[in-house]
């Protein structure tokens, strides 16, 4: 490559790399770009200028964020500029659907969830996703030309390049199905579809436990085990799309057949049924009742606690291996599992700290969502902003 097509492969790394700071922080000044990226001065003032210049950006003066010395006048606060219009967000868990309507700021305006066996019934998940999103738009007193872009999340793998759902056995009553246009004529608008526990992780980045994190995963826990994994800012789902099944992780030892075909999966040993499982032995049958649930009883309950513990240990165990693999700064603990209190967030901790090496160990943090049940809902949402802002 030429010297010049070096230099402008450069600018372009750096384009993408400042437009992708200010939209996940949400505001950022010129100084604070300098210290995260470790560009020069004039490398972010150049970026910053061809963003101003393309409409992706705004510089409004700021008062609070103090004066920027070498320049003598006050720094300016980046945010990403918004289209005027509404964005919208759909998540498909595995026995409920949920859809919400915000402005392209992220603030969200309304918010609806029903039960439906989403694995089971494709077709009736669909239509829900339809009937709440045309409730959304009518709660928000808006017409569907104001959405100027839909995101959805899916709990399945979903090949980038077909867009259908990849695994004859894992969501079953979804196979061969193209998510992506079944909702976009349902709705009669493009709808963007991607993975949930991608979407969870993009929640979180943007709104939750994950925010200001460049290297983090996310990990939701529910009937399955699914991770979003988010390298140097940004996602990383593989070359067909479809990387972060940790679920089908074979365990030394475990022998019971998984919905994938195989035996001795992960999610065989962890997950929201299987948990459910082995609370009953104790009598604590109504542990997870569906969904958005109290799990005061696990916290309080000293063996509940014991066995939640242990699943902990079991998915940390797993968790350690790609934590010696990428060095990710934060786990962030999602879905019904994920996010049933400090047993499991000990248990987790305990393998990491057993089994990764010590200063990566050190290095990670774990933690439980910071939205709760509602990351991939969120996530949408912020895929849509994104979408919204092209
Ligand atoms: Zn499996």
Redesign the pocket.
Known sequence: MSPEGKGSARRQRSRRQLLSLVQERGSITRDELGRITGLSRSAIAEGVQGLIRDSLVVEERAQSVGRSPARGRPAGLLTPSRPAGLVAGIDFGHAHVSAAVAGTDGRVRVEHREPVNVDDEAATALDTAAVLFKRCLDDAKASASEALSIAAGIPGPLDSGSHRVRSATILSSWVGLDPERELSSRLGRLVHVGNDADMGAQGELRFGAARGCRDFLYIKVSRGIGAGIVLNGESYRGSIGIAGEI??TQLPGAASW?????RG?L??VVSITEVQRQLEHIRLRNAFPDEGLSLDSITEDPVAARVVTEAGRTLGRVLAELCNCLNPAAIILGGELGTAGQPLVAGVRESIDRYTQPAIAQAVDVRTAGLGLRSELMGAISRAMDHAQR
């Open positions: 679920g089908h998984c919905r994938c075909g195989n999966c999610e065989t």
